[in-house]
Structure formats: C-alpha cells, structure tokens
C-alpha cells in the first residue's frame, strides 16, 4: 500500500474529549492522535509525514466511483459527521471521543444511511511520533486487536474481519442503509489489564450530553451567536480537564509558512493565550471553567515571581525542553519538526500584566477568591518594580535578540494600574503610593520612547520605525482612549504597512527581528483585533465587513488555523489555533456593544 500524504489544513476537524483531540480529515482519515494527553507522543503522526506514520482511515472502497463528501458537527457539540456519497448509496460515519471517561476512547459509528457502500479499513498505530510499531495480537474474545509497545496499549474493538496487513491492520466491509457498525480505539498503560468495552450508543448520549450541557450554559446573546459558539466548544476542547490548563493548539510544527522552519509546539499551556481563553469564556457567562483555570494558574506560577514562565505544561510543568523529530518529513516538507518549545525560558513581560487583567478580571466577576492570590499579585509587581526597564523577547517570542517591546511596557503598566484598582476596589493592602509613582514612570517612558511623533504612531520597540499588530490592542488595555489621536494614528499605520491582501501581519518578518528567514501568513488574530478596532472607533460597518470577511476563512465547521497564506489561500498554521477563536469571540463581543 503506497503512503498517501496528508490534506490541507482546513480539511480537517477536531474531536477531543478534554484530555486530548484527534483530527479527521475530510477523506475519513485520522491523521493526527497523542494518547493520554495533548502532549503525549503521537500514535497517528501521518500529518506531519504521511500514512506510513500512523492513521486510521475508514472510508468507501476506491471501487466505490465518485465520492461526494460532506461533513458538519452534530448540532452545538464536538460530534462529528461525515457524509460519504457514492454511485450505489451514501454512509455516514459519527466520530467523537470521550469525555468524563476512565481511559481515552475514540468512538467510530459507520452508519448506512442509502443504499450500500463498501468500505474499507486501513489502521497505522506508530507510538512515538510516527516511527515505533508495536506488537499486534488479536483479542481472546475475537473482537478486535491489542496493539502494545513500551508504555502504551492501544485497542481496537470492530464488529468486522480485521487482518494484518505490512505491518498495518486492515478490512473491508460492506454498509446497507439502516446499518449501524460501532468501531472503538481505547488506550491503557501497557502495564494495566485491558479496557473494557465501550458501549458506543451510550457513549454518544453521554458525549452529547456533555457538550449539550456545556453549550447550554453560554450566555451570549449577540450577533454571529453561531460563529461565538463553535468557538467556544473549540475552546472547551482545547481544556485539559484533569488540572484546568489551555492548549494553545492540539497539534505541533504545522507550518506558519509552507515550505518554512517557522514549525512550533503549541501543546501547552500559554499564560497569556489561556488568559485570553479565559477572558472570552467569562464574557460567555463560564465561571466554573474561569475558576478552574486561575487555579491551575495560581498553582503552575507558585514560587519567586523571578521564576515565572510564559507556557507551562498541562499540569503547570516547566521543563519544555525542545528538540528536533528528524524521522518525520514535515507537513507538505516543512522542517523541522520539533517536540517541546525552547520559548518557555524567554522574558515576555506583557505576560505578567495578562495575568494580572486576569486575576483583576475575576475580581470584577465576583468569583471567590482565591487563597494567597492577592499576595502573589502583590509579589509580582514587586518583581516588576525591578525588571521592567529590561529589554524582553516580546509576545511574538523573538529569537532574534531582546528588545525594549513597546507592547510589553504597555501590558506592565496594565499590570500596575488592575493591581491598583484591585487594592482600592477591595480594600487589599499594598504600597498605593509607590504604586502610582511606577505607573506614571512606565507611562511616561512609553510616550517618550515608544512613539513616534513625526509619524503620529507607536512602533513595535523603543527607537524602531518597525510597526506591530500588538498595538492595536492600546485602547483594551486602557493606556490611551479610542478617540486618543496617538491611537488612531497607529490604526492608520497599521493600515498603510501591515495589511496584506485585506489581513494583517504581526509584523514585517523583512525586518528580520525575529531572527529567522522572512514569509509567513497574516496573523488571523490581528486581523480580528483590528475589526475590534474599528468597533471601538465607531467604524461599524469596516468592522463588520472585515469580521464577516473574516468567518468566511473558517472551514466547513468553523476551525481556524494560527494564519492565513494570502497567496496560497489556505489556513496554515497550528490547527484549531485557540488564540484566532478567543479573537474571534472577542471581537463579536465588541461587535454586540455597538
């Protein structure tokens, strides 16, 4: 069997069950799979490689002729389902994993729904990211395979004829329409007894149910309610729900460029992505999910506020150690592909205000506070006090040398100002007058250096003529008003030297700040925040034209990628990309208020 290559992003869905999540291309494939955790070692790699590094397809016969596909989630849930349509019938098949249960378990339901079709089975389990085959044995009861190597035991549970097949596990089969086939992937410790079986007709109530319940608790009421709610199902699914942490995406290394090395580990947990997360999901009325996640917080930042990251992993861990998978060849040869991220030992000191609005944020929402959170507040302004002055790699984490970031400052002052609202807000002790001295210090310092008079602008870092998307976020913080002429002169520029095509850069990679090879897609995020711009500004229909412009990049069902290739005209990036869907929601909140 010849290895076939993987789709184009958007091609591709996410189940999850809020451990991790697996992605289904439109052909049937499951191309991408890390068992137990988001960041596990992946047993279906075929995304970053091809199908020789692991997938599960299931899928008409190629004798079937033409195939029509269509796909879509079942209503306001993670369930997926894919309709193939063939010359002799049509068949759907129901994928969802399963959330709340004791082990990770991937449910398969082949439905006939017309005619008949034959279908086909072909299952590549590669353990450690594509290059480990295990050893395959049939189960006692004759209902499936067990598949073990080291750690990790895979089982498949299939009402059909499973053969061994160089070195993979196939079968064909036919589907009559009223037919319902269960197929069902669970995972274990190798050195646990096997799982039990898995109900599927039970396991899809409950999984609906699950996502049912969450999306019934949503209280947004506003404009692209549709688009706001997938986006926070998405967002729901990208929870890990064992410790209350946020991925940044459920996958690595797909590229920001095609062809590119700009390939980055995003299967942790980000303060300020999962700060942002959080932000969108108390505007969505989620206080339990807000709640969860600032205790994951409080708990992975404990310490000296000297030692605090800017990711973690799913549990609050701080080694990410990064290296290279040279076995695998890259998504369409976009190399290399790395597992961990080197970025979590950089400064980024806009993340300690992201916290702080964070923190202040759940305050405001009037969530119960949380044990020594103000003192840890406390001792992070502390620890800004010192090191604020100092240059820091941004929040776009440059690897091409520290800057004095003018974005950063920004969000150090933001961090200041909410720890001084919070103290006179809620009587909590503090130094208010050292306080206010630092907050005007940082201001004046950002005005001085940071902006740039002759052009009526701020620039990406003190002394540069770079522009950055970062600052069209200036009036959210609440460092300068909307209708302040030093902000609408940054839009303009913006406008005139990061819009590409309609959308708009984070940068100018030309300028070689990031100390990597320019070329990559317009960031889908900014491009958000700039529609959420224009709202603030009164430019109400520009922003609703460039956020419907926007929602017109989502797939068939809603997913959004990291960035946009405006030449090639296809999502690239980390996929689905929790920062573009907490944007997205952002900005139709913005929208609403208008």
Known sequence: ??????????????????????????????????????????????????????????????????????????????????????????????????????????????????????????????????????????????????????????????????????????????????????????????????????????????????????IGRCSYQGPYAAAVCRSLLTLKALSYQPSGGIVAAPTTSLPEFIGGSRNWDYRYCWLRDASLTLFALMGAGYTEEAVQWRDWLQRSVAGSAAQIQIMYGLYGERSLDEREIPWLAGYENSTPVRVGNAASAQVQLDVYGEVLECLHQTRLHGLHAAPHGWALQRNIVEHLAQIWEQPDDGMWEIRGGSRQFTFSKIMVWVAVDRTIKDATRHHLSGPLDEWHALRQRIFDRVIAEGYDAERNCFVQSFGSRELDASLLLIPATGFLPEDDPRVRGTITAIEQDLLQDGFVLRYRTESQVDGLKPGEGAFLACTFWLASAYARQGRHEEARALFERLLGLCNDVGLLAEEWDVVGKRQVGNFPQAFSHVALVAAAMQLSKQ
Request: glycine residues 10%.
């Open 1 to 214: 069997m010849h290895a076939e290559a993987p789709q184009r992003i958007e091609d591709y869905a996410m189940i999850g069950d809020g451990r991790s999540a697996a992605l289904v291309g439109r052909n049937g494939s499951i191309d991408w799979l890390c068992l137990p955790r988001f960041d596990s070692p992946a047993c279906f790699a075929a995304l970053l490689g091809d199908s020789g590094n692991g997938r599960w397809l299931i899928a008409p016969t190629g004798q079937a002729g033409e195939v029509h596909v269509t796909r879509s989630y079942r209503g306001q849930t993670m369930i997926l389902e894919t309709v193939f349509t063939t010359s002799t019938g049509s068949v759907a098949i129901i994928d969802f994993m399963v959330p709340q249960a004791d082990d990770n378990s991937l449910v398969r339901i082949v439905e006939g729904r017309a005619g008949h079709v034959t279908m086909q089975l072909d299952l590549a389990l590669r353990f450690d990211y594509g290059i480990t085959v295990p050893w395959v044995t049939r189960l006692d009861d004759h209902t499936g395979i067990c598949a073990i190597a080291g750690p990790e035991m895979v089982l498949l549970r299939a009402p059909i004829k499973l053969r061994g097949e160089a070195m993979r596990t196939v079968g064909r089969f036919s589907v009559h329409a009223g037919q319902r086939l269960p197929f069902v992937l669970s995972h274990r410790a190798s050195h646990l007894s096997p799982p039990p079986p898995v109900d599927a007709a039970a396991a899809l109530e409950s999984a609906t149910r699950y996502w049912e319940g969450f």
